[in-house]
């Protein structure tokens, strides 16, 4: 055991107002999060080790940019990461034109029996949250005719969303389904394929190389502050 458990506690929380402008430290922070009633050695170290990035990132930050004023969004999922529970990570951000405004990593709430139903799951969630922007843009009076981009790197699940016949196979996540579809269907959005070498969410949903990381960081424009 860590010789002060209430350190974590303290740390970690105090990490998850830092995720408001550090994306790229979700994924890491929610995974402390999930140990604060019994912190083990090896959180622990995984604290530490999260302390000395931060310390040495402390210029990086978010930058907004004043471009177009159309929203993209980006859905993955890690199919069964807990080891122990084995439910699966959703992960989604959405971009304002070349700003970043958006983002979540959440466990989900029931076991998935595959990773198209995992990543299912995440679409469902990115869905009602882009939904739920493109809302508020109107409300101030910001007109966003045109279908949101919802990207995903799983043809299984784009094909689910798209083919009503795979219905009757899937009644188990039936909500889900007739959510997308619906939101589909208006032109709400468009689901639309993408490489997972370019999926932006990655960084969201599980570890990634170093090199992968620093690119996937690049791409949800955390950088550091030319003028500090």
């Known amino acids: 055991m860590p010789s002060d458990p209430m350190t974590y506690r303290k740390l970690t929380g105090a990490l998850q107002y830092l995720t408001i402008t550090r994306p790229d430290i979700a994924y890491v922070v929610n995974t402390l999060s999930q140990h604060m009633h019994s ?38 999922a890690d199919w069964a990461s807990d080891p122990v529970t084995r439910k699966s990570t959703s992960g989604y951000c959405t971009f304002l034109g070349a ?48 279908p949101v981009d919802l990207h995903c790197d799983n043809t299984s699940a784009i094909a689910l969303a798209q083919n009503p016949v795979y219905h009757a196979c899937t009644k188990h996540i039936e ?29 969201l949903t599980k570890t990634v190389s170093t090199p992968r990381f620093k690119k996937l960081r690049d791409k949800l424009t955390v950088s550091s502050d030319p003028f500090v």
């Open 99 to 146: 700003t970043l405004v958006s983002w979540t990593v959440k466990k989900q709430t029931t076991v998935s029996r595959s990773s198209m139903e995992s990543e299912y799951r995440a679409l469902t969630a990115a869905t009602a949250d882009t939904i739920w922007l493109k809302r508020l843009l109107s409300d101030f009076l910001v007109n966003h005719d045109a």
């Open 175 to 203: 909500i889900d389904h007739r959510f997308l579809r619906e939101h589909i269907g208006n032109n709400h959005l468009r689901l639309l394929p993408i490489k997972t070498d370019d999926q932006i969410a990655d960084i």
């Open 39 to 76: 912190p083990q050695t090896e959180h622990m170290f995984l604290l530490k080790r999260l302390l000395r990035y931060i310390q040495g990132t402390a210029a990086f930050g978010l930058p907004i940019t004043k471009l177009d004023l159309r929203l993209t969004t980006y859905s993955d």
